[in-house]
């Protein structure tokens, strides 16, 4: 296919961490078919993801999947102009899955095979959402394993302007979700349970690190509420699990909106997406709400569908990458630790 013609159907798979997912998406913006299977009910007896398990139920499940997507679509393998699947970051073995899948499909096809970053492909969830959405852009992206600040100046440059130094902030939720007792998976359950708590009711930590740095550190909050529980239970000083959902929370919320509001003044943007798993987090999104009424900014954050993880996202971000060349040959493997790319501010 020629980068020029319209109508480019990819199919895209997605097999990072729990969902097993395979969508497929026209010219990077229009949803012909979103289907995932989610194994959220096999790991919550775990309290969290089991890798081999994931694994093996995507082996299960991949085939299946792709073929409502295609039901779904109403259309065949013919039909198909190429295929994308995430490379990372994630579960290595989940992973694997999914791209000796599409590597296979792409080769029996004869298809072009886009492999897509993870994190870029929460950015692009946008893209189907809000399809007047153009770069440039400043993004604020909050997963489970990511926290990262960054211009998206058009759709292949990235300018890097903060990372996650330890904990990100998905993976704080989930640890202080264990230990207050909440099932997997424990960001939905705290923010919950926030809804219905005192945000004061615990002074915890805002950890803003040099005065003009925009990465992120969260250990040092999750280590504060469990000293804090530690504390409470030692002296049978009573508290409610709500309280400090709400005041955990809180904390978190007021690093990733003071940050995002002081990167958007400094590089003078006004557009402003917000994405990852936990862009689905209530208390955030009235925040950056908030936060754009203060300051006049353009906001977006995907609907809930979106927000978690999906192939529809990998198929949007595969249609650019398709177009400004950056397609995969037959040595595409996992790579668990994958980055955001992109060029450190420092450089700019």
Known sequence: MKETEQNMKILSIESSCDETA??????????????VYTQIAIHRKYGGVVPEIASRNHVMKMPF??????????????????VAVTKGPGLVGALLVG????????????????GVN????????????????????????????????????????????????????????????????????????????????DPQAIDFPRVMLEKDSYDFSFSGLKSAVLNELNHRK??????????????????????LTEKTVRCAEAYGLKKIVVAGGVSANKGLRARMDAAAKQHGWQLYYP?????TDNAAMIGARAYYDFKLGRTSGWDLNAVPGLELPGIDRNRV
Request: net charge negative; proline share 6%.
């Open 22 to 35: 395979a969508a497929i998406i026209e010219d990077g913006r229009r949803i012909l078919a979103n289907q």
């Open 65 to 82: 999947v792709i073929q409502d997507a295609l039901d779904e679509a109403q259309l065949t393998f013919d039909d198909l102009d190429a």
């Open 99 to 114: 791209v000796s899948t599409a590597k296979a499909l792409a080769y029996a096809l004869d298809k072009p095979l886009i």
């Open 234 to 255: 030692m002296k049978h000083i009573p508290y409610k699990r709500e309280d400090v959902a709400a005041s955990f929370q809180a904390a978190v919320l007021d690093v």
């Open 118 to 197: 993870h994190i870029e492909g929460h950015i692009a969830a946008n893209y189907l959402a809000f399809p007047e959405l153009e770069p440039p852009f400043l993004a604020l992206v909050v997963s489970g394993g990511h926290t990262n600040l960054v211009i998206v100046k058009d759709y292949g440059t990235n300018i890097i302007l903060g990372r996650t130094r330890d904990d990100a902030a998905g993976e704080a939720f989930d640890k202080v979700a264990r230990v207050l007792g909440y099932p997997y998976p424990g960001g939905p359950a705290v923010d919950q349970a926030a809804q219905a708590g």
């Open 303 to 307: 609907p809930l569908s979106l927000c």
